[in-house]
Nanobody, 125 residues
Framework: VQLQASGGGLVQAGGSLRLSCTASGGTFRNYRMAWFRQSPGKEREFVSGIERSGGNTWYTDSVKGRFTISRDNAKNILYLQMNSLKPEDTADYYC???????????????????WGQGTQVTVSS
């Protein structure tokens, strides 16, 4: 499956952005999906994950209450609504798809099968 992330940009602290990840070439609903981010000099970080049906979601503590992950299996699109953005949210954001990923490993980026190209988010103070 091919993943195309979009929606990044420059925003002031407190602002909002919505990232999208469009999937093609596979059966989107068969994949557990997630967003990761990486900023210069830092390791890749799990941001949020979502179950195949969209019924269960997971977040890293630093974004809980501010970010919302969702998916539209009819349109093959994964979303990340980001509100109340902070300068520390600045990073390249990547979407990822896992076909055989077990729930306990959803935060482990090494176990995902496919990755999007990344979209840059910059939050100014």
């Amino acid at each position: 499956v091919q993943l195309q992330a979009s929606g990044g940009g420059l925003v002031q602290a407190g602002g909002s952005l919505r990232l999208s990840c469009t999937a093609s070439g596979g059966t989107f609903r068969n994949y557990r999906m997630a967003w990761f981010r990486q900023s210069p000099g830092k390791e890749r970080e799990f941001v949020s994950g979502i179950e195949r049906s969209g019924g269960n979601t997971w977040y890293t503590d630093s974004v809980k209450g501010r970010f919302t992950i969702s998916r539209d299996n009819a349109k093959n699109i994964l979303y990340l609504q980001m509100n109340s953005l902070k300068p520390e949210d600045t990073a390249d954001y990547y979407c990822a798809a896992g076909a055989r990923l077990i729930l306990s490993a959803i935060r482990n980026g090494d176990l995902y099968d496919y990755w999007g190209q990344g979209t840059q988010v910059t939050v100014s103070s």
